[in-house]
């Protein structure tokens, strides 16, 4: 059962975290592991103490990234090869990994002497990209047998996760569950590794999900036997927008609502994980779940109860999700109030730049340019162009009116349908909506909310790998993975045109149906 994995593999590689200290491998220096990377900086620039103050920090939860200090992260790499070997030897950062196992993991299917000449090619890249010419900011190291990290000069979040995760596992201390299990939880901002489905992460993500399930599992477990049922909720669903198909999330949360008196809204969590799990492993729910669901209550204990997590049931239906039930029109995008001049090859652009079948990457474009240069008309023309593509699943959201960024949240909830736009929980439905299938949000008219929808946009892209942002401002948003697509006003007519080149001006031929519609033209 999902709960559990069940996958041999899988076992043994988690078996082998409970000695995740030991390094798998001999180093090719003797001592420990603080002492081996002491000397390896030493070694390469004859230092007689580290001295080092730059501390480099790898994200291996979400979309591979590194960062110095307060400097920028980098999140694009030259080659995917180089990016592959840096989330490596950032997921053993307690060893040096040999040559040969990098070689093997990375490319399996190369002949060994074009593999060994590949790794060389990825270290000497990232060390340029990273490092340049400043031997101060030493990240990676390597010899004639293995590469790693310096580990007195990085650190993982990763690391630290499985660090608390360790704490929290062998602890019996109930405050030190909760604060360690909070910890590993609250660093797990995304899957690791998102974007990487290379054969050799694959167990490192299953037994990341193992050991994720079960902080969630603990922390919800103590607050449950606190009488935080609200609390409890709340995580857990937040926790399945990471990892939607861990049974042993759902049935804490099915008991957490049961517990608190909101039985219907039990039955409709059993119901999606049911719903899960055929779609996903054609399985059942386990006996556990549907004993979970048995200890509901009674519906007439049920009806007394406000529901808060999921929206009540009305006339027009809903859905677990949050969105009312209705066809994908619902999902209104304004009609076009003209027709479109000039942009014909910009809708084709954006159209490709768009689509849903695209891989993880450029996900966020915004439409940049001055007032009235016609940023509204291209992305609604852009929207409806992509309804097929998105069978329907297209979100407008007009901020021109909005000036508390407080709201911006209320106002995406409003365009979902979600009942109940304003309460503490939609944030938490809007990831769940939009994780589970692909969505394209649009934005129109958000220069005005600079910085603060900035952070929730990197939220959603973080949370929900399937969702897409267009937006229009007159200015950018200063996002790493911000695509500009700089558009200006339309062309004018020159003095020395004839007249027939002039009607066939675009900004002209806009002027004339602009003029039509109002019944300013003589017929």
Wanted: aromatic share 6%; net charge negative; glycine share 6%.
């Amino acid at each position: 059962m999902q709960g559990s994995t069940g996958f041999l593999e899988t076992a043994q590689f988690y078996d082998s975290l409970n000695n995740w200290h030991a390094p798998k491998v001999q180093s090719p220096y003797t001592g420990d592991l603080a002492n081996f990377g002491s000397f390896a900086i030493r070694r390469r620039h004859g230092a007689t103490s580290i001295g080092n103050s730059h501390m480099w920090n790898v994200r291996l939860f979400g979309h591979l990234e590194i960062q110095r200090e307060q400097e920028q992260p980098i999140r694009k790499f030259r080659s995917r090869s180089a990016a592959s070997v840096l989330a490596y030897i950032a997921l053993h950062i307690d060893r040096a990994v040999p040559r040969e196992e990098l070689c093997e993991a990375i490319w399996p299917d190369y002949d060994p002497e074009l593999a060994r000449s590949s790794l060389r090619t990825a270290v000497f890249s990232l060390r340029k990209q990273l490092e340049g010419n400043d031997e101060t900011s030493t990240v990676i190291d390597a010899d004639r047998t293995h590469v790693w990290l310096i580990p007195d000069s990085v650190a993982t979040d990763y690391s630290r996760f499985t660090k608390a995760f360790k704490v929290s596992e062998s602890s019996k201390d109930q405050t030190t569950i909760f604060q360690t299990s909070q910890e590993a939880v609250e660093l797990a901002r995304g899957q690791l590794l998102m974007g990487h489905e290379e054969t050799w992460a694959t167990p490192h993500q299953i037994a990341f999900e193992e050991m994720f399930s079960q902080c969630v599992v603990n922390l919800i477990r103590i607050l449950d036997g606190q009488g935080r049922h609200d609390e409890a909720i709340r995580l857990g669903r937040s926790a399945l927008t990471l990892a939607p198909v861990r049974e042993d999330i759902h049935v804490a949360v099915i008991r957490s609502l049961s517990e608190s008196g909101h039985g219907s809204e039990a039955v409709r969590q059993f119901e999606t994980l049911e719903r899960l799990l055929d779609e996903q492993w054609g399985e059942a729910p386990s006996a556990e779940a549907v004993a979970a669901l048995e200890a509901r209550p009674t519906e007439s204990q049920d009806r007394s109860a406000t529901s808060r997590f999921l929206p009540q049931s009305s006339d027009s239906g809903s859905q677990s999700g949050g969105v009312r039930d209705s066809d994908p029109s619902a999902l209104l995008i304004p009609k076009l109030s003209r027709r479109i001049f000039g942009r014909e090859l910009d809708v084709e652009e954006l159209h490709e730049d768009l689509k849903p079948s695209l891989d993880e990457f450029d996900r966020l474009w915004t439409v940049i340019g001055p007032g009235g240069c016609g940023k509204t008309v291209l992305a609604i023309a852009v929207a409806h162009d992509l309804q097929e593509d998105y069978e329907g699943r297209i979100v407008f959201v007009d901020l021109s009116t909005l000036r508390d960024p407080g709201l911006v949240l209320t106002r995406i909830a409003e365009s979902l349908q979600i009942a109940s736009p304003g309460s503490a929980d939609a944030r938490l439905r809007i990831q769940e909506i939009f994780f589970q299938l692909p969505h394209l949000l649009v934005m129109d008219n958000a220069e005005h909310l600079v910085p603060t929808i900035s952070d929730l946009i990197d939220e959603l892209l973080e949370r929900c790998p399937k969702l897409r942002i267009l937006t229009t401002s007159r200015r950018l948003l200063g996002l790493e993975s911000e695509r500009a697509y700089p558009i200006t006003t339309l062309p004018f007519p020159s003095l020395n045109q004839d007249l027939s080149e002039v009607a066939m001006i675009p900004s002209v031929m806009l002027y004339i149906d602009r003029a039509k519609q109002y019944g300013l033209t003589s017929p």
